[in-house]
């Protein structure tokens, strides 16, 4: 077995906009998926998952239109998550030539699905690695981030950036602004997360966003203001100034928030941390519930976080320095 490891990211500034050419700035987080890769010789993918928000789950199915996995966990997130792997292992027969390949893939994962931590991207990342070295072929971060965009590109119809697989293959963090992604330095951040235990459709929300620019002229406007922060941002960042980071991370929660990717949860936790004392605090990924960011050095949000109605797990995330990683 040829197993891999892929971070998830927060999103400092930028989601959302991103889809439509404006920068964003996601960062790598020290929670990982991990993908163990077995090469089949009877062309059959099977699929077994366990992480936070599938219990445990295995799909067995011959991988063409004739597959009927059989699973006793909710289907729209079996079927997300086996479009992510599908996706994925067509790259790697594609990239590899070997078209009728077929693997036992192991997923296990920290990172909660959906809840705009890039699990998704994470998953199918690390899928690329461990498939592709399991075949022999070794491929460079910067291959693997675009065949998970294309993997990304499909299952999401079409709306998907390159920031979240980006930043997975390559760690640290990250700007991306169209097909342009590149590293960028930055400070130790003191990132704190609030998870509401919940999920958003990224594809649903990602199309609300489409529907909203289309309608109204000032929604475009807001998503165009949004590209403003992030261009403000990566020069705070890079002076290293918290405070006002956690300003524009406020303001770039309301943008996200007038363009209705917030939730009750989210907003909670985004004031939870804020009259805790965060520098700033903002919804992560894209929304409609699952996390929040905040930027606290003290103990006061995650202490607030835990007490706050609606928020059902916090913890303090390390920036993760190593994107795609082999394991033994
Ligand atoms: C989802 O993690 C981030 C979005 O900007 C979509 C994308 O960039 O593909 C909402």
Redesign the pocket.
Known sequence: MTRSSAPGKV?LFG??A??YGEP?VPCAIERRARVGVQRREDGKLRVHAEDLSLDGFTVEYGGGADGQPDVDVAESLVSAAMGYVDGAIEQVREVTGEEEVGFDVTIESDIPLGA?L?SSAAVVVAAIDAATRELGVTLEPTEIADRAFRT?YEV?DG???R??TFCSATGGAVRVEGEDCGSIEAPDLPLVIGFDGGAGD?GE??AGVRRLREEYPFAADTVGAIGDVVRNGEDVLEAGDLEELGRLMNFNHGLLSALGVSSRSLDSMVWAARNAGAYGAKLT??GGGGCIVALDPTDETETALSYTPGCEETFRAELADEGVKRLE
Do not use: P, R, W
């Open positions: 999103y989601e959302h991103v889809v964003a705009g890039g990304e999401q709306q998907a950036s920031a979240d990224t929300l990602v990924g894209a």
